[in-house]
């Protein structure tokens, strides 16, 4: 979509791709350049055809962070009467999976823009890391939460202390990203994950993603129960009739996402 100064939006088939362009900047995440990712994303949830979300940057960089030169003169007063990145948690609230595809540098924003993904795919030379304390600040958008999460205390401590970043082999040990990929062939495995979580029905795709992102919320036994609730509903839809039935004829199904 021309409309976008910062980001390049398309459909590919069932998949829309978000693909960050401000290279000079190695993708610095501006207000603007969140702004514009919010909006295609909301586009593509409000898009039928639309069944799942790649967001994507350069061979170089998915992103190098928030943009400090954005942010070195801000103040204590400005940011906190801008709840400054608070908009950033917008895309936490597309209920369609998002797949980031991480080639080159994840670093601090972009670290955290990853992890608000619901998967991380990682490119063969892709880092991952949150520098903020070597720019006299903490990260912002979830890196001391959903970082120790994803791999652990001992080793969300040393990023977020020493600025040590992960590669891709390590990051996947580590359990933040699902996957590594050589480097050129990040797009299309990232697009073929993509493309089969869009061929299954769209209402229960919703509703898995819903119930896994619950246990960042719940104890185990409110999940457990959330997670029951939300599996018994499957069984008021035609998806979990036709799902079934299409089993037990050994025919492929057809969703109709209702
Ligand atoms: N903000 C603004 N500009 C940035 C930037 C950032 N986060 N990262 C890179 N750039 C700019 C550089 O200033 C440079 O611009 P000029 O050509 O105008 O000088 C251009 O992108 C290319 O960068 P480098 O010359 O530095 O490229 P390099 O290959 O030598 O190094 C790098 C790459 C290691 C990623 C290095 O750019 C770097 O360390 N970037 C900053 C990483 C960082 O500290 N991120 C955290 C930001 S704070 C944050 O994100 C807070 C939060 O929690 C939300």
Redesign the pocket.
């Known amino acids: 979509n021309s409309s976008f100064q910062y980001i390049l939006a398309e459909k590919k088939g069932r998949v829309g791709l978000v693909t960050l362009n401000r290279p000079?900047?190695?993708n610095?995440l501006s207000d603007g350049l969140i702004s514009e990712i919010n909006s295609a994303v909301k586009l593509f949830q409000e898009d039928k055809d639309v069944g799942s979300i790649i967001i994507t940057g350069s061979e170089k960089?998915f992103a190098?962070?928030?943009?400090?030169?954005e942010?070195e003169k801000v103040t204590l007063p400005d940011a906190y009467n801008n709840d400054l990145?608070a908009q950033w948690h917008d895309l936490t609230k597309i209920r369609k999976p998002i797949i980031a595809a991480v080639n080159g540098?994840a670093?601090?924003?972009g670290c955290?823009l990853a992890m608000m993904c619901d998967i991380i795919i990682a490119g063969e030379k892709a880092v991952f890391g949150q520098?903020?304390i070597?720019?006299g600040?903490i990260?912002?958008?979830g890196?001391t939460q959903r970082l120790i999460r994803a791999i652990g205390k001992s080793k969300a401590m040393e990023l977020v202390l020493t600025g040590n970043n992960l590669n891709a082999i390590e990051a996947e040990k580590a359990g933040l990203v699902s996957k590594v990929v050589p480097v050129e062939e990040l797009l299309t495995e990232a697009t073929k994950m993509a493309e089969k979580i869009a061929s299954y029905s769209q209402l229960t795709v919703a509703m898995a993603k819903e119930a896994v992102n619950a246990s960042y919320e719940l104890t185990l036994q409110e999940g457990i129960r959330f997670e029951r609730r939300m599996f018994h509903s499957t069984f008021g839809t035609h998806d979990q009739k036709e799902g079934m039935n299409a089993f037990v004829e050994k025919r492929t199904p057809t969703w109709h996402n209702k």
């Open positions: 000079k900047s190695l610095a960089a190098a962070g928030a943009d400090i030169k942010m990145l540098y670093l601090g924003g955290e520098p903020e070597k720019l600040t990260p912002g958008c890196g």
